[in-house]
């Protein structure tokens, strides 16, 4: 028990270091995170981490399940701060991601996504062999232009050959349209959710600060370190 007790405190002192204790204006505040606030500072509601360590550990053994089933999280985050951290943390355990605008009917949708993801791996593996040298110089700019097009909206989720088990994002309320989507697919949705979103949808919600880079960066962590041990001792 005392070796448990250690460990959560070194979790707490982690997240304290990186400032995931500050929410937002009591003003700003959804009801749904009213249990995991612990005070206030300078106007600021300070989040309660042995609470929010609590939530972590669920996550964590969570995605870890998903992570030991040869399943896939999909990474989602159009918040400037986010898209780099989301993108190389998706990228490292080799997961799919939206890092930038979520295209509506990515998950209502599946199927008609797929498409899209299909015309792109068939263009890069032509371009890839040199199949593409048939075509006139205007018709391969053209190629090239719908490539770029196709790599900018679905690159990250060319890999995703069906439904996730689960959304990883940043800021549920930020991300409305792909919570909405999990919800309707009944895909869990883990959140870095600040004390201004609604977390009463959410399976898997971590109360903490969601704008910081450090913040966002340790919880982002957090999920790939979880995910890589159960691959690790599968």
Not at 86 to 95: C, F, R
Not at 203 to 216: G, L
Request: hydrophobic residues 40%.
């Amino acid at each position: 028990m005392t070796e448990t007790k250690e460990v959560n405190k070194a979790v707490v002192d982690s997240m304290f270091k990186a400032g995931a204790h500050f929410g937002y204006a009591k003003s700003k505040r959804h009801p749904s995170t009213a249990p995991y606030i612990f005070g206030v500072k300078n106007r600021v509601e300070i989040f309660d981490l042995e609470k929010v360590s609590a939530s972590l550990e669920k996550v964590e053994e969570f995605v870890k399940k998903i992570a030991s089933e040869g399943k896939q999280i999909l990474f989602v985050t159009s918040k400037r701060e986010a898209i780099r951290i989301v993108k190389d943390a998706a990228m490292s355990i080799d997961q799919p991601y939206v890092a930038g605008r979520f295209i509506g009917g990515t998950l209502t949708n599946f199927d008609q996504i797929q498409k899209r993801t299909s015309r792109l791996e068939t263009l890069l593996e032509q371009k890839e062999k040199g199949l593409l040298g048939k075509y006139t110089k205007k018709e391969r700019l053209l190629i090239d232009r719908e490539i770029e097009k196709l790599q900018e909206r679905f690159g990250g989720i060319v890999s995703m050959k069906r439904k996730p088990a689960a959304l990883f994002v940043i800021d549920s309320t930020h991300e409305d349209i792909a919570v909405r989507e999990a919800i309707n697919q009944k895909i869990p949705v883990i959140s870095l959710s600040s004390s201004d979103c609604n977390i009463w949808d959410i399976q898997y919600p971590v109360t903490a600060n969601d704008s910081s880079v450090a913040s966002i960066t340790f919880f982002s962590n957090k999920i790939v370190e979880a995910y890589k041990s159960a691959v690790k001792s599968a």
